[in-house]
């Protein structure tokens, strides 16, 4: 990781050290070019008023101005380049060739060395007067160059310089980068050790580090709450199965031990049956609450009309309601559209009336609700039976769970579980309430959005 910074920020470096260079390079190139030009045209304005004699006299100073260490070159010839004026011995070879822009190499004794030559660089620029004689201008590139080189040099120290810096930042991210990876896999070692309370440390900077452990920690969470509820729902059903399985085996037994007449076996036969019918029943309670809480068949969802399917249900239960001697009250309006399953939306409404129906007394009133209210689809079904304590509301959600007044009726206690996991299931809102007297439970689904109801088929 500390290299992989390093050569990117070294790359960033190079780049942008080489887009300084290169727009200085090309700066000292066009102020070159401007100067020659300018001296150029000054002669030439020179020419053209005061003519050739005026002209070798002004080259004549000029290169004599600076000496012999001057960076500017003149030189003029006539038309068969012989040498009039200017600080060079002849007219460059390379020149005579035509008229422009050219680079010069250009070799004198060195001062200090003798033996040797000294080699430098120039940029020139030569025009053809009228009359045929031949003016340069120019410039010694050697400052030019010395400066360049200088740059160059300053460049590289500093891209080296910022790679070190780049290397140093790198390996002092990634070690600490290293070290609260080292923290989360310490802590997520523990709790493969068992220490199952264990969770992911936080620095309290609010950075992406916390927040991967702090969804850590919710996956924990909900991870511990699994495990709790899935030890819970085995307990349950050990203690509840228990004893409709007991009451099998006893039957069972008893029927080979003893003789019965054909009335007598048909009896035993069909508490037997019985027997088996709850406990299968209690399965597929189970197996409905598995599938809910995985979302199991989502693929399948359709739009459906709410308020059709709580007619259906209302209509399918009312004659069980009327021999029960209570009275179904319904209010439903139209165009209740949700995006679920049919199947697992009516199983709810279903165990909804089925409590109603079976802890109130004879002759109560059962409502059952669809409209649309406060931007969502309520969903509600309400009695004016005993109801249920506040304090056990939540705990009557959970699996097997069945208050005291309630042990005497039919059931395993996974009716109000399977609701809850149909509700979360769709996203919405369980809420249980008074109905002062009796008990209202309320589903709260989110609104289809308008694009998404706008010509759909129904399912119904």
Same mark, same amino acid.
């Given at each position: 990781?500390?290299?992989?910074?390093?050569?990117?920020?070294?790359?960033?470096?190079?780049?942008?050290?080489?887009?300084?260079?290169?727009?200085?390079?090309?700066?000292?190139?066009?102020?070159?070019?401007?100067?020659?030009?300018?001296?150029?045209?000054?002669?030439?304005?020179?020419?053209?008023?005061?003519?050739?004699?005026?002209?070798?006299?002004?080259?004549?100073?000029?290169?004599?101005?600076?000496?012999?260490?001057?960076?500017?070159?003149?030189? /003029?010839?006539?038309?068969?380049?012989?040498? #009039? %004026? !200017?600080? $060079?011995?002849?007219?460059?070879?390379? *020149? @005579? &060739?035509?008229?422009?822009?050219?680079?010069?190499?250009?070799?004198?004794?060195?001062?200090?060395?003798?033996?040797?030559?000294?080699?430098?660089?120039?940029?020139?620029?030569?025009?053809?007067?009228?009359?045929?004689?031949?003016?340069?201008?120019?410039?010694?590139?050697?400052?030019?160059?010395?400066?360049?080189?200088?740059?160059?040099?300053?460049?590289?120290?500093? /891209?080296?310089?910022?790679?070190?810096?780049? #290397? %140093? !930042?790198? $390996?002092?991210?990634?070690?600490?980068? *290293? @070290? &609260?990876?080292?923290?989360?896999?310490?802590?997520?070692?523990?709790?493969?050790?068992?220490?199952?309370?264990?969770?992911?440390?936080?620095?309290?900077?609010?950075?992406?580090?916390?927040?991967?452990?702090?969804?850590?920690?919710?996956?924990?969470?909900?991870?511990?709450?699994?495990?709790?509820?899935?030890?819970?729902?085995?307990?349950?059903?050990?203690?509840?199965?228990?004893?409709?399985?007991?009451?099998?085996?006893?039957?069972?037994?008893?029927?080979?031990?003893?003789?019965?007449?054909?009335?007598?076996?048909?009896?035993?036969?069909?508490?037997?049956?019985?027997?088996?019918?709850?406990?299968?029943?209690?399965?597929?309670?189970?197996?409905?609450?598995?599938?809910?809480?995985?979302?199991?068949?989502?693929?399948?969802?359709?739009?459906?009309?709410?308020?059709?399917?709580?007619?259906?249900?209302?209509?399918?239960?009312?004659?069980?309601?009327?021999?029960?001697?209570?009275?179904?009250?319904?209010?439903?309006?139209?165009?209740?559209?949700?995006?679920?399953?049919?199947?697992?939306?009516?199983?709810?409404?279903?165990?909804?009336?089925?409590?109603?129906?079976?802890?109130?007394?004879?002759?109560?009133?059962?409502?059952?609700?669809?409209?649309?209210?406060?931007?969502?689809?309520?969903?509600?079904?309400?009695?004016?039976?005993?109801?249920?304590?506040?304090?056990?509301?939540?705990?009557?959600?959970?699996?097997?769970?069945?208050?005291?007044?309630?042990?005497?009726?039919?059931?395993?206690?996974?009716?109000?579980?399977?609701?809850?996991?149909?509700?979360?299931?769709?996203?919405?809102?369980?809420?249980?309430?008074?109905?002062?007297?009796?008990?209202?439970?309320?589903?709260?689904?989110?609104?289809?959005?308008?694009?998404?109801?706008?010509?759909?088929?129904?399912?119904?």
């Amino acid at each position: 990781m500390a290299l992989l910074y390093a050569g990117l920020f070294g790359f960033s470096g190079f780049a942008a050290l080489g887009f300084i260079y290169w727009t200085t390079t090309s700066y000292l190139e066009e102020q070159t070019d401007t100067v020659i030009r300018s001296e150029m045209n000054a002669l030439r304005e020179t020419y053209q008023i005061h003519g050739l004699n005026s002209l070798q006299r002004t080259v004549a100073e000029r290169a004599a101005a600076g000496g012999e260490d001057t960076d500017h070159i003149y030189l /003029l010839a006539n038309p068969g380049y012989t040498l #009039l %004026a !200017g600080n $060079l011995p002849a007219w460059p070879e390379d *020149l @005579r &060739r035509g008229a422009g822009w050219a680079r010069l190499t250009l070799t004198e004794r060195d001062k200090e060395a003798r033996d040797e030559h000294d080699v430098r660089e120039a940029r020139a620029l030569s025009v053809t007067l009228p009359g045929g004689a031949h003016l340069l201008v120019g410039r010694d590139l050697r400052e030019r160059e010395e400066l360049r080189e200088h740059t160059l040099s300053t460049l590289f120290w500093a /891209l080296g310089v910022i790679l070190a810096l780049a #290397l %140093a !930042g790198g $390996l002092i991210l990634s070690r600490g980068v *290293l @070290r &609260r990876i080292e923290r989360i896999n310490h802590t997520s070692r523990a709790i493969m050790a068992g220490h199952l309370e264990q969770r992911m440390p936080l620095s309290g900077s609010g950075d992406e580090f916390d927040q991967l452990a702090q969804n850590l920690n919710l996956m924990l969470d909900q991870i511990e709450r699994l495990m709790n509820g899935l030890r819970e729902v085995t307990d349950n059903i050990a203690h509840d199965l228990r004893s409709p399985l007991t009451r099998l085996k006893s039957r069972l037994e008893s029927g080979l031990r003893e003789t019965f007449d054909g009335a007598r076996y048909r009896a035993t036969l069909e508490q037997t049956l019985s027997e088996v019918d709850g406990v299968l029943a209690t399965f597929n309670a189970l197996l409905r609450i598995a599938q809910a809480e995985a979302g199991a068949h989502r693929s399948d969802w359709v739009p459906l009309d709410l308020g059709e399917l709580a007619r259906d249900v209302a209509e399918l239960y009312q004659p069980a309601i009327e021999e029960q001697g209570d009275t179904l009250t319904t209010h439903i309006g139209e165009g209740l559209v949700l995006h679920g399953s049919r199947e697992l939306v009516a199983q709810a409404l279903a165990n909804l009336l089925d409590n109603a129906i079976k802890y109130t007394p004879r002759g109560s009133r059962i409502e059952l609700g669809a409209t649309r209210a406060d931007g969502a689809i309520e969903l509600s079904v309400s009695d004016n039976g005993p109801g249920i304590p506040a304090a056990a509301r939540e705990r009557v959600l959970e699996r097997f769970v069945r208050l005291d007044a309630s042990r005497h009726q039919p059931g395993s206690g996974l009716g109000l579980s399977l609701v809850r996991a149909v509700a979360n299931l769709h996203h919405a809102a369980l809420e249980l309430s008074d109905h002062h007297p009796g008990l209202k439970v309320t589903l709260r689904f989110p609104l289809l959005r308008s694009h998404q109801a706008k010509h759909v088929t129904l399912n119904r």
